[in-house]
């Protein structure tokens, strides 16, 4: 179908060797070509704090350090300075934050550098995706001739999330040796996309009491403050020693000296406690003793029982949302691996977070929040994590509601309408170009669908009485303003709107759009309805909130009966915009390949007055909606648009892999599963080193439990169909629905349940199916 | 109508005592506040250099220095960076140069400073539009108490364009005093507007030899050479003085001082020749001779010769393009001033020159070449200039046929196909909105037009076949690569285009676009027939160098045939484009006052799915094309469009009163013409700081003789009608056609006409007239 992306040797592609365990990523041997790739590909988190793999000692070579603290942004004035009005002035980053995972090393008085060694041997990195950690291993030759075999494992705890460790252990093999450990804690450091070159932090603070050692700084402008800390004990052959520190107190940094004469043979290591409070989550007041405390604690539970404690933390995660392959190591390894990425990047702990475009592993995007998250990681936490987790994302965007309506107040908007912003941090719009900015609404239609999705899945219908309501409220007000009546055609239309296809811009009536506004407006009068026939003190209390009235519904109902969807007779078709049949409709396969990636290759009128699609956008909208739609429907939609479909977008192949599953054509969707799955791991397009493209991760068991087992919730009831690959023997995965544990295994011979919980009702293949719990598997 | 634009007192509207003469701008009174609109205003330039009328003397208060050397750019690096491809890198911008006009004064040892004196009296500055020249006269108390009185007299010489002048004529008043000059050229002179901070020139040499000094400097980047140079003359109650000046030789900066004793009553002054010359123009390797010459020439001449030589000058250019008015003193001396200024900004002797924004007094839009120049220049000056000076126009495009041709390659055009910049110094494109950039191309249509505007006006058909030819089957070629074939309409249509009116962008089928790209089609096919008939020649050479085949012209003729025009039959009326219908279609008179200007009230969204338009979009197309359409089909289209059009380009009133005109509607055409010909005089849009409006000043004509006088050629042949306004008792107006001069008296008896040269056939009011020379005007 012309949809390859072009392959170069340069990108870090897992080799061979390298998917033999089905749990674990691993590079095997050392190549400074793969470091930048590697330091994303191996990028830790949880939840309130990540890092690339960036090594703990020296390392001259090309390195992109990378250390963030989860919320903790900066307003970074930008670049472009359009005449425009309304558009915002500031873009709030995420911030290279202080690292503490720093320990230099110095092996008879040379500081240890892979990149200056004369021989690296048996260089290993493995990130454990069972039990969350990352491990280390090699052997060198250091140029003053001292062989050393060193081992590091390093996790950030689930459980104690202010918390990281790091075991650093070196065994001199040829010699006698004297070693120094150097743990550090540094705030000298600078975003490698600051548009103005500026510092972001101060430091406020530095210093050292025994194995203790931190910084102190706060972000300027925004004033967060974090303390980045740190507690060493050294071991020797297992033995903690009663060494005295060496303190060194820079003015942005403080390092801890330790010195060990060591014999070869002999095992000698640090522990490194450190981490961050950060003033979002802890009183900065107590931030000394609070973190004395934490790491006092930790150093008493030790190392071993830190793991143990980070073991103990997965096993639930994977008890919730593994999946399994059989007959596929390579997707059963990037599916995992998916699935452990985004765990790690949101945790659904706290409201204030969200879940940035590249994770901790990158400051592209800005770390900020796109309407990805409602859009494809929203679904994916609903099934596989507690209902919390899910509910914390909607919170976040009721929590940001006022400034949606501010938002939307600056575009002209009245009355309480609320336009979600494009990109955000803290809720105000960060995004520059009018086309996307202004235009691409569609946004507001998919956080009002999360609400929707998350009351169909969890049947918490409490959610819109709380909160859900008064964010589909305000979205509906923004809908009866952005529409307009048009004369010439009878109905309500939408003018100037940039659909999820951003290679179209500023065109009238997107299909997307125009559907997803209608059911917003229908779902929420809906809503209301029943909310004032269940709970009238609620209904009440909603009303005098928002100001709602009568009128206002009425008007609502009027749009959403009148509203205008571009429709073809001739094709039967829904047309992606007013103008799509005036285009000259080619398939991708008639592009030359040198005319890809387009939006590398053609400027950019061309690609607008162009059929071709960068994302899924009337499918998209298919896909929210498919209970609307006949099978055939689907199919003959998808048939038409996909061919049009460049997929230059990491949320376009899982997406249409998912309907093109559902429409029967399960080779195809086997074909776009896995460039959605693989793409970090084998880097598709060459960009690893800026980091992982985390949101795009949760199509791939959206891919498996949506498209190959069928799942749908309608009107609350779980629906599955088996549409198992070719490729596959089976494939299993486990869910949480409704207080339930279900695993689901889809073979060639069909479906199997096993349910922990009470009875459930399900719809297999079109039928009717109780499930009880026992310990079989059953059909 | 709602078409006032808000007023605010800070601006320099001229006030009602400085209207007082039809010849002259003036200004009583010094008031520092408006020192920076003055500046503007007083601009002085002689095509080849020009600069803001900032004081000679040191100034210590608000000042804009702007000095200009025309055709010396730099390509300042653009602060945008999308990742969109094929967008400039760089923005050429016209540089702030060397200047060459300072004269410091020193009484008794106190610089001379009108922020610091005492008390500034009869302060008074003109700026004489007949004879060419700026006069500034005051008097000062200083701090040290002397009284001066001060007479300056500056002009650009017309004749010698590398030369102007400065007499600078001090009058003790109340005591003998120690006057000492001290003129300087200087090139540590920045630009207002660099992007980076960065500096543009490199000072290479500083000089003096006797009353003779000089800087010669370099930009960098585009290495043009400049050397700015004076030469200065003392005199003591007329009579010369022979002093010895002092040196001051710095890194940058040459001054030569002149000291003298001088008794109260006696006039003492500094005659100062000053200019440039250009690498572009005139050889470095000789420019120390060259200005030697030129400066000793001049001095020998003297002051009053050469302001006689500046009289006569502007005697020629006046005796083509002046235009009366009785009856209205404000609209006479504006007129006055548009005139005045557009001949100061462009002389048409060097086809590398063009018309910038601003002309001579600022530097905002890099000063370059906008489609404003055939548009709404080109006619200007075709009707009131020797043909040569409207044929260099069409030259300046020619020379830059294959910068506008690779422009096209970058977008993906091919075989020869041209489009032409959106802006540009030197033929590449600077511009960097994909929505202009890219979409803006009608321009394109408007540079085809010059062309055929100016062999209709002149009867030249040489032009075709020399150069003419060339670009419009350039021109063609993108046309017929930029349409595509609609299977829905079954035609031809412009997908994705951003019309004159840039309040709508990304538009389908734009009628101005699609009509005007019908018509190049259609002209180029059959200027190329007549062509073959008449010069065998010139025709197969033409179609070896342009490779143009029979199968090229035949798609043309094809797709001129059957190119789609929107159009709605319920209504009669074109469509500004396909969607214009769908919107809420409402006239300015229903926006509030606050809204306007809908540009610095409105979000880019509102105003783009709003129905109000920025300027002239259907209309210019019927302005270019009027013979097309029958005078119903003209004014219903007025009587639509124009109620829904904010005005908000400096160049939408005046194009709107002469079709306001055309079609009866006098009073709207007069209120029409205010607005656009004292827009800078009275400061309308508060912006007169940055500069002069220069290319709307165009209108300003153009509404007196296309619109009140109905001037136009219809197939080679003059045709007038009277449609003077109310206000008026008459108006009258000189004009260049086919080696006449024709003077006309439009009043409310008639028209009259004046002819110098052989006969002539004209239509007025729709009867034939043959004209003939005689000294008595007649009917």
Chains 1, 2 share one sequence.
Not at 314 to 327: N, T, Y
Not at 497 to 513: D, I, K, Q, R, S
Request: charged share 25%.
């Amino acid at each position: 179908m012309g949809s390859e992306i072009p392959k170069n040797s340069n990108r870090m592609e897992q080799k061979d060797e390298e998917i033999n365990d089905e749990w674990s990523v691993t590079e095997e041997g050392f190549d400074p070509k793969r470091q930048l790739a590697a330091e994303s590909i191996f990028s830790l988190g949880n939840g309130a704090m990540g890092q690339r793999a960036n090594f703990e000692e020296s390392y001259g070579g090309d390195t992109f350090t990378g250390s963030y603290a989860a919320g903790v942004y900066y307003p970074d004035k930008t670049k472009v300075g359009w005449w425009k009005i309304a558009y915002p002035e500031y873009y709030a980053k995420v911030l290279n934050a202080p690292s503490w995972i720093g320990i230099g090393v110095e092996i008879n008085g040379e500081e240890l550098d892979l990149n200056k060694v004369n021989e690296v041997s048996d260089f290993r990195r493995e990130l454990n995706m069972k039990e969350g950690f990352l491990k280390r291993s090699f052997e060198v030759v250091l140029q003053n001739q001292c062989r050393i075999r060193v081992n590091i494992v390093r996790f950030l705890s689930m459980k104690r999330e202010e918390l990281g460790a790091i075991r650093y252990e070196i065994t001199p093999v040829n010699k006698a040796m004297k070693i120094t450990y150097k743990p550090t804690v540094d705030a000298g450091i600078k975003n490698n996309d600051a548009h103005w070159d500026e510092v972001f932090w101060e430091t406020q603070d530095c210093g050292a009491s025994g194995d203790f050692g931190f910084v102190k700084a706060r972000t300027y402008k925004t004033g967060f403050e974090v303390l980045t800390f740190m507690r060493n004990s050294v071991f020797l052959n297992g033995k903690q020693q009663a060494l005295t520190a060496e303190k060194k107190i820079g003015a942005k940094s403080v390092s801890l000296l330790y010195r060990l004469d060591v014999r070869p043979g002999e095992s000698c290591s640090l522990v490194k406690l450190g981490g961050y409070l950060v003033s979002l989550r802890s009183n900065p007041s107590a931030f000394y003793q609070t973190a004395a405390k934490l790491t006092e604690e930790a150093a008493e539970a030790g190392f071993e029982e830190l793991l143990a404690e980070q073991k103990q933390a997965w096993q639930q995660i994977w008890a919730h949302s593994d999946i399994q392959i059989k007959g596929d190591p390579k997707a059963q390894q990037a599916v995992r691996y998916n699935i452990f990425q985004l765990n790690q990047t949101y945790t659904g702990k706290h409201p204030e977070l969200n879940i940035g475009p590249k994770g901790f592993s990158g400051e592209k995007y800005g770390g900020s929040t796109y309407w990805d998250t409602e859009a494809f990681c929203f679904p994916f936490y609903l099934s596989s994590r507690p209902p919390e987790v899910a509910r914390n994302l909607l919170i976040y965007r009721y929590n940001h509601l006022q400034k949606a309506i501010e938002n939307a107040q600056k575009l002209g908007f009245t009355e309480g309408a609320a336009l979600y912003p494009m990109v955000t941090m803290n809720g105000e719009e960060c995004h520059n170009e009018w086309e996307i900015t202004f235009e691409e609404i569609h946004r507001n239609g998919a956080i009002a669908y999360a609400i929707y999705n998350f009351v169909n899945y969890t049947g918490d219908e409490n959610y819109l009485a709380e909160n859900g309501l008064e964010v589909l409220v305000a979205i509906s007000r923004f809908w009866a303003q952005r529409v307009n009546w048009s004369k010439l055609k009878n109905q309500f239309v939408i003018l100037g709107v940039t659909g999820p296809n951003e290679y179209e811009n500023n065109v009238n009536n997107n299909f997307h759009t125009n559907y997803i506004a209608r059911w917003c407006l229908k779902y929420t009068i809906e809503q209301l309805q029943k909310l004032n026939e269940n709970n009238k003190t609620a209904y009440d209390y909603l009303l005098r909130k928002t100001g709602i009235s009568g009128a206002e519904t009425e008007l609502w109902k009027r749009i959403s009966e009148q509203i205008y969807l571009p429709y073809s007779e001739p094709l039967g078709m829904y047309l992606q915009q007013d103008g799509f049949l005036d285009k000259d409709l080619k398939t991708v396969a008639e592009l030359k390949a040198t005319d890809r990636p387009l939006n590398q290759k053609w400027s950019w009128d061309r690609i607008l007055r162009s059929p071709y699609i960068k994302q899924a956008d009337v499918l998209q909208c298919i896909y929210f909606f498919e209970n609307d739609f006949t099978p055939d429907v689907v199919k003959k939609h998808f048939d038409f648009y996909e061919p049009m479909t460049v997929h230059e977008s990491s949320l376009s192949p899982g997406l249409h892999s998912i309907l093109a599953a559902h429409t029967g054509q399960t080779d195809k969707a086997y074909e776009l599963f896995l460039r959605s799955v693989r793409l970090d791991l084998d880097d598709y397009n060459k960009e690893l080193k800026e980091g992982l493209h985390i949101t795009s991760m949760a199509l791939a068991r959206l891919c498996i439990v949506e498209g190959f087992a069928g799942m749908k919730v309608i009107d609350g009831i779980l629906h599955f169909k088996s549409l198992l690959p070719e490729a596959w023997e089976s494939c299993s995965f486990k869910m949480i629905f409704r207080e339930r544990i279900l695993e689901v295994e889809v073979s060639k011979n069909g479906m199997e349940f096993q349910l922990k919980g009470e009875p459930l009702d399900i719809v297999l293949n079109g039928e009717k199916l109780r499930l009880k719990e026992s310990k079989e598997k059953r059909t």
